[in-house]
């Protein structure tokens, strides 16, 4: 039987610190998660700095999947939550780990928490294939938090909310009702790539009928990103937005315009 936790994936964006990856898979078994994802990683996975840090979770750290991009990283992915230490152009509702990720531990399909590199964090693009999005409450004199620090409080919270509701608090099972409550629970959510696929789809079409022009195009298909991820999509629901912008792609064509006036005559 599948563990809730084990459907989590930890997915680290071009990780720069071994030392960093070592503690990140030690905290990890610590805490009972055991998918680890490196996007396209900048230092040696497997080195002695990393597995020096990783003391008994060295197996952990041998079972993490390498992939190149972030898209790659997600298939399959019916939840994502991104992490992040700075505002946005568009206003974004950040939430305390706390208060969002309940939200992965509930879902009984495969799920992902994202966290930035260690200079930089996500640029607006890959924010762009979460739902939700936290920030981790920290003091006003020096709110930098280490990336394995990070993971490290995701990861605890992440254990307490598999825990047994004995073990929780009464004010973190109301943390709990309130992300059930902050997002309808849908039994059936597309997943990041076939959600991706329609945005694909939606901006071509966009481009190509002038609603959107190229230096434009990132800003406003964020916006819209933003709408359709909130709504938490059925594939189903997918595939009829897929249906309609083929249609609209169909009637393009200036002879199928001319059947279309035809047929109303």
Known sequence: MIKPLDRIRIVLVEPAGALNIGSISRV?????????????PQCEVLGEEATRMAVHAIDLLEAARI???????????????????????????????RQALPWLVESSEPTALIFGR?????????LNYATRYIRIPVGSEYSSLNLAQAVGVCAYELQMCNGSEESLSVDASEQRLGARQQIPLQLDVAPV?????YYQQLETLLLDIGYLFPHTALHRMEKLRRLYNRTQL??????LLRGILSQFRWALDPDKLNIIARSKE
């Open 28 to 40: 990890m078994k610590n805490m009972g998660l055991t998918q680890l994802v490196l996007v396209n």
């Open 67 to 97: 992939v190149p991009d972030l898209p790659t990283a997600l298939q399959g992915c019916k939840r994502v939550i991104a992490t992040t230490a700075r505002d946005r152009a568009i206003p974004t509702a950040l939430e305390t780990p």
């Open 118 to 126: 260690e200079d930089s964090g996500l640029t607006n693009t890959e």
């Open 193 to 197: 790539e076939l959600v991706e696929g």
């Open 234 to 239: 059925s594939p189903n629901e997918v595939a």
